[in-house]
């Protein structure tokens, strides 16, 4: 809780004073209350004004002091998700891709979500703490004023019920922890149900053994660490609540046998325990919540590191030098770890270099790392060790973010927003539709205001759509992963005998993964990456092609 509460003290500290002088106002105005009615019960005056005036007075107070807090305290909650979510997806954004897949979009949903909202359920909480822990410090001092023995009692229960209830904190936390880790898991159990919802469905017995073994376990296991957690918080509040009434029977039967207690002093300290009782299992009931959102917190907190990325700040345009080669890979290698195998996979060193006006495929087996190359290209991957260039000039992490910019591409698992974003032209909208007659999507979709009519196409459809998009930006390099491999056999022609060359002919660098094998000669150049290893190779009834003419030999 500590790490929330200094990051609201260093974000939000004038706001939070406010409110918690606030708050203090409307407890201590609540206890004097008591000490209002405790005096006209045993018939006394207050000066020379009558204890009704005193008592509307004190009204007033508590009401406005405890409406202005409990306002201040729901802003300044909100103000203090609104930070938390906004850092949290700066963070994701600037982080590097293979942490992001590293962490999986489990996790990470449960951050954006589960984590600020139990942070949101804290804060809620926060004013009426405030309150109680005003009342609570106001009854003592009443209770000192009226007798500063009798208080040494009260004191004593406080100290034994506070110890017994941080016995018991200690281990409900450790349970409240467990249960969130069991949450990041149920995360990842939803996504695989949603996602493999068709597999599911066409398959009975992984169906249930789905749900029983994976989706089901993994619940029962996040509601059996919370109950736990939740049964030692009711114990410890109770045991709390059940000292008090202890110490009113030794107020009321067995002190008077020790000594002489005044009818104002019993009747103070039993009314203004009794009124503890209220404020002090709010205190202790808020422990849990409030144990939940540090928690949530420093899994937030926890996330930047291990992200490892830091926000992008605007990069100068990269130097450019017209008698250098546009893309060059030196010598480049990046390692992970393929699907079935315990020892890394190591793709290259690659040297290559890559020319503008120029339409290069490349093709390789399933593993082969095809796309990984092609992340390495645009720069969401980076390399290991070599160098890529750009126009002679050296890509570092200074470099990166301006020479991602270079590229437009359409992964295999792409994503398709529903606005055009990102572009400011005011002509966007005839020129996307433009497009989307060239693309054979008008009489699917519309565009207007930059916003898709639809985005309820078929796979195929939305690639073109994302073909769109890709034009709309018009950047020199151009990346593909098996676009066509989801077109129709009509499309797919169109793709590769009008597309591509129309982008080439645009001095664009055009790289397209792809194994039609039938459209090879449509490339300039023919790219294969076989154990890690990248080559050339000559299709059939294709010539070379002398780079420095542009001629084929």
């Not at 880790?181 to 995360?187: K, P, Q, T």
């Not at 736990?228 to 110490?247: D, E, P, Q, R, T």
Request: with cysteine.
């Amino acid at each position: 809780m500590m790490p929330l509460l200094t990051f609201v003290l260093k974000n939000f500290r004038h706001t939070l004073l406010i409110a918690i002088a606030t708050g203090m106002a409307s407890g201590l105005s609540g206890v004097a209350l008591i000490a209002v009615i405790n005096a006209a019960l045993g018939g006394q005056t207050v000066s020379t004004y009558p204890l009704w005036w005193l008592f509307v007075a004190l009204c007033l107070v508590l009401l406005v002091s405890r409406i202005s807090s409990e306002f201040i305290l729901m802003f300044l909650g909100q103000s203090v998700i609104l930070d938390l979510r906004l850092k949290l997806s700066r963070e994701i954004l600037a982080a590097p891709l293979s942490s992001l897949q590293k962490l999986g979009p489990a996790k990470l949903l449960a951050n954006l979500t589960e984590d600020v909202t139990t942070i949101s359920a804290g804060f809620m909480r926060v004013p009426s703490l405030c309150v109680n822990l005003a009342i609570v410090l106001g009854c003592l001092i009443y209770l000192g004023w009226l007798s500063m023995e009798m208080l040494w009692v009260v004191l004593i229960a406080m100290v034994l019920g506070t110890w017994s209830f941080q016995g018991v904190q200690r281990r409900a936390y450790r349970r409240l922890l467990a249960a969130r880790e069991h949450e990041d898991s149920m995360y990842g159990r939803f996504r695989d149900m949603t996602d493999g919802i068709k597999e599911l469905k066409l398959h009975q017995s992984r169906r249930e053994i789905f749900f029983t073994r994976c989706l089901q376990k993994t619940m029962l296991d996040c509601r059996q660490n919370h109950v736990s957690a939740m049964k030692m918080y009711v114990f410890a509040i109770n045991w709390g609540n059940g000292l008090f009434y202890l110490v009113i029977g030794l107020i009321l039967f067995a002190m008077p046998h020790w000594r002489e207690i005044s009818d104002e002093v019993a009747r103070g300290y039993c009314l203004t325990v009794l009124y503890m009782t209220m404020p002090l299992p709010l205190l202790l009931e808020a422990m849990p919540v409030l144990s939940r959102a540090g928690i949530a917190f420093g899994k937030i907190s926890s996330l930047g590191p291990t992200l490892g990325g830091v926000a992008p700040s605007p990069a100068a345009r990269l130097p450019m030098r017209q008698d250098a080669p546009i893309l060059e890979f030196s010598a480049i290698t990046h390692s992970y770890r393929r699907e079935g195998e315990e020892h890394h996979f190591i793709l290259g060193p690659i040297d290559a270099a890559f020319h503008p006006g120029e339409l290069i495929f490349l093709v390789g087996g399933n593993g082969s790392g095809k796309t990984t190359l092609a992340l390495l290209m645009v720069g969401l991957y980076h390399p290991e060790s070599g160098e890529i260039r750009l126009r002679g000039t050296p890509i570092g992490e200074a470099e990166r973010e301006s020479y991602r910019q270079h590229f437009s591409a359409v992964f295999s698992d792409f994503y398709l927003f529903e606005s055009l974003l990102g572009f400011d032209e005011l002509e966007l909208d005839p020129k996307a539709r433009e497009y989307l007659d060239r693309l054979q999507l008008d009489h699917k979709v519309q565009i207007q205001d930059g916003r898709f009519s639809t985005l309820d196409l078929s796979q195929g459809q939305r690639k073109r759509l994302a073909l769109l998009v890709a034009y709309l930006e018009d950047r020199p390099f151009y990346v593909f992963d098996e676009w066509a491999a989801d077109q129709d056999p009509v499309f797919k022609k169109i793709f590769y005998t009008e597309i591509l060359p129309t982008l080439r002919n645009r001095g664009k660098t055009v790289v397209v993964i792809t194994h039609d094998d039938q459209y090879f000669h449509w490339a300039d150049r023919c790219l294969k990456l076989e154990d890690g290893k990248l080559a050339e190779f000559l299709p059939a009834g294709r010539l070379p092609v002398d780079h420095a003419t542009g001629v084929r030999e």
